[in-house]
């Protein structure tokens, strides 16, 4: 019952397919996400769930704790809450996620560096099912209660969406 409650208030909170409209008209990034949070007056997290449950486009949001924890030999290391892939993701890229985020890698810098109201940023190459080595963009987001990570493959070409320049002060 509690995932149908939180289904109902989702689907309240973004007017059914609104929000999915509307960012057709964005580019893909975290600060668009702030842009929809503000717009639907919603938390940044639960817009981009909702954004990547409902995006034709491939992408992935991850949720780690924001605060490390620390190996007995003093390394930090992140804890994984969930992952969520768009389905348009899913079919097309194959990523290992584990519980534990640890030093030496592109997504643990994405992760150790997100500060409050901050995104950090990266483009890494991912490879699809196909062996093709795919330019991605990863954004963190560290929103004081979570550490969300967006990741979409890099677009081709320059596109007509609108781009939102950084969001300061959102929460």
């Known amino acids: 019952m509690e995932m149908e409650a ?18 057709r008209d964005l580019h893909a990034s ?25 995006q034709d486009d491939s992408c992935i949001m991850a949720v780690f704790n924001p605060e490390p924890g620390v190996t007995t030999a003093g390394e930090p290391y992140y804890l994984l809450r969930y992952y969520l892939c768009s ?8 990523i290992m996620w584990h519980d534990t985020l640890c030093p030496g ?6 992760v150790n560096n997100a500060q ?9 190459s991912l490879v699809d099912y196909s062996g093709n080595a ?3 963009i990863v954004h963190g987001f560290h929103n004081r209660y979570d550490i969300l990570v967006f990741i979409h493959p890099k ?3 320059t596109s007509k969406r609108q781009a939102i320049f950084h969001m300061t002060n959102v929460m």
């Open 30 to 54: 975290m600060d668009s996400i702030c842009y929809l949070a503000g717009r639907f007056d919603a938390s940044i997290h639960a817009t981009l769930r909702r954004y990547v449950e409902d």
């Open 87 to 94: 389905p348009g993701y899913d079919g097309r890229f194959s």
């Open 6 to 23: 939180n289904l109902g208030a989702s689907l309240i909170r973004f007017q059914m397919d609104r929000l999915t409209r509307e960012s």
């Open 116 to 124: 409050p109201n901050k995104p950090s940023y990266d483009e890494p």
């Open 134 to 136: 795919v330019p991605h």
């Open 155 to 157: 677009p081709k070409k």
């Open 105 to 110: 890698g592109w997504l643990f810098n994405i």
